[in-house]
């Protein structure tokens, strides 16, 4: 049987895999030249970027993909745990580092911000719970199948449900569990791994905690791109078939049955088609004749960013990996992207340098700087006057913090904002993550990984379920693999 598949961002490649292993012809349409979506990088000046994606967890995601592999292969995918997940800096002058081992995390914060180690050890215990009994029900199974709820791994997440913390948003979950205004601050963080707003979004993303603090987080020894790189020799090695510069102009449907794509004007037939695209785009374009679910098409989007790449001309030995200059007044940040729709005075700054792990990723006595604001998505904001704007603060927070002007030190630069993010992965808005977890109810009212009434139609990526992020695009394509015909 043939499958076809309309975009090659990591949603899309792994259910190539997948559909290939399970025996299906599969033709992967992209309409870049290149493959990865956000997952891409590139190259400016001697210096190399990942361009989106810089925090890993649960990489046994991927090594299962890998696994697949035609047996004549030999593809690799090295990586490593990180001891360190991320260093903290405040405008007081407080510095902490969050290690990936809980009892060493702990006795930092008992060390820099005077709070037992307990509280730390207690809490990750606490999002370990939450995140190991929702898993098998919120992310790795169909929620529209009824025999997702009949299947004896999800009876235990239905009975636990109260203890989830879905009545309550993160920020009160974590202001009552935590003793700190900078732990809250720390941990109210987590919601933007699905761009959400903390002072919203349910207590039961606190768990989120668990994959970067408990689990660990990781590192792929050539960067992040090399996710993209390997999964496509995967997928090659099974016999998939990539076609780049090849935008799907429509998805060819008869009676209730999927028939194929249109593809710069050509008919492209298959037993069933997956749309890696963002769920918007495809029903108002590729679907266009269908009925619309507007309900779930016209949920509130997830938070988009403004990225600066910038190379820079010297090194800073108290930056790490992943670093977080925060923002004075979080409440209010959150309240400018979500409330006010556009981007607060003062935000968080995350700047990762992959450099540090990866020297040939800068020339010499250099480093990479992947500096990242989250800022609303886009709604027809006038980015052309907001983006100068925020570069300028993003500089003075630094130097406040740092002590050192890096204006001076940018040797090159690049800007990635909504607009972009959206021409260039067609994601509605230039959303990150498809919509946003504000909702208690959002696990449900993201779009099935199937259609409901056309057979053969199939939805992967980050705006469908179980939701935006490398590890739930995989899994999008792992549900999709459970719920296809064999081939
Ligand atoms: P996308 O990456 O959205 O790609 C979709 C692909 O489909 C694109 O290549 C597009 O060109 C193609 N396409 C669309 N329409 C068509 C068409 N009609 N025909 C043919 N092709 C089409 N996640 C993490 O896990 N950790 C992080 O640290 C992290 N940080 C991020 C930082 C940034 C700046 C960004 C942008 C994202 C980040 N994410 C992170 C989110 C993560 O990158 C995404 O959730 C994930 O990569 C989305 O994959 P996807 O499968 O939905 O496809």
Not at 80 to 99: I, M, P, Q, V
Not at 280 to 297: A, F, G, R, V
Not at 477 to 483: F, G, M, P, V, W
Request: charge should be negative; include cysteine; hydrophobic fraction near 35%.
């Amino acid at each position: 049987m043939k499958a076809v598949i309309v975009g090659a961002g990591i949603g899309g490649i792994a259910t190539s895999i997948r559909l290939a292993k399970k025996g299906y012809e599969v033709d992967v349409f992209e309409q870049n030249s290149y493959p990865g979506g956000k997952l891409s990088v590139f190259e400016q000046d001697g210096f190399r970027f990942d361009a989106g994606p810089s925090l890993f967890t649960l990489p046994e995601l991927v090594d299962d993909l890998v696994a697949l592999q035609n047996k004549d292969h030999k593809i690799d995918f090295p990586y490593k745990k990180l001891d360190e997940s991320c260093r903290y800096f405040w405008e007081d002058g407080k510095r902490l580092t969050a290690y990936t081992d809980p009892k060493k995390f702990g006795a930092e914060v008992e060390e820099v911000l005077d709070i037992p180690a307990k509280v730390i050890i207690d809490y990750l215990k606490n999002a370990e719970f939450k995140y190991e009994k929702s898993a098998k029900l919120f992310l790795e199974k169909s929620l529209h199948k009824s025999s997702t709820f009949l299947s004896k791994e999800v009876l235990p997440a239905l009975l636990g449900i109260y203890k989830f913390g879905l009545f309550e948003s993160m920020n009160q979950v974590n202001e009552s569990k935590l003793k700190h205004p900078k732990l809250v601050q720390l941990f109210n963080r987590f919601a933007t791994y699905n761009g959400s707003d903390p002072y919203q979004a349910p207590g039961i993303l606190t768990s989120i905690a668990n994959l970067e603090l408990n689990r660990g987080t990781f590192y792929p020894e050539d960067g992040m791109y090399q996710i993209t790189d390997t999964l496509c020799k995967v997928a090659e090695s099974l016999g998939v078939n990539f076609h780049f510069n090849a935008g799907v102009e429509k998805i060819m449907i008869e009676g209730n049955d999927a028939k194929g794509v249109k593809v710069n004007g050509d008919f492209i037939y298959s037993d069933l088609v997956v749309s890696n695209m963002d769920i918007y785009p495809t029903y108002k374009k590729l679907l266009s004749d269908q009925k619309q679910p507007e309900n779930i098409l016209n949920q509130e989007r997830s938070s988009s960013a403004l990225i600066f790449y910038w190379g820079i001309d010297r090194e800073f030995s108290e930056l790490g990996l992943h670093n977080i200059f925060f923002s004075d007044d979080y409440h209010q940040e959150f309240h400018h992207i979500f409330k006010t729709k556009t981007i607060a005075p003062d935000p968080t700054i995350y700047v990762n340098i992959t450099s540090k792990h990866t020297p040939s990723d800068a020339p010499e006595g250099m480093e990479n700087w992947f500096v990242m604001v989250n800022v609303p998505s886009n709604s027809g904001q006038d980015w052309d006057h907001l983006i100068p704007e925020i570069k300028g603060s993003v500089l003075e927070k630094l130097q406040r913090i740092l002590g050192v002007d890096i204006a001076q030190h940018i040797k090159t630069e690049s800007i990635l904002e909504p607009r972009t993010i959206e021409s260039k992965t067609s994601s509605y808005q230039g959303a990150l993550y498809g919509s946003s977890s504000n909702n208690r109810y959002s696990a449900f009212l993201r779009h099935p990984n199937f259609h409901q009434k056309i057979k053969g139609l199939y939805f992967s990526g980050g705006s469908v379920h179980p939701g935006g992020g490398i590890p739930l695009c995989l899994l999008s394509a792992k549900i999709i693999d459970d719920l296809s015909p064999a081939s």
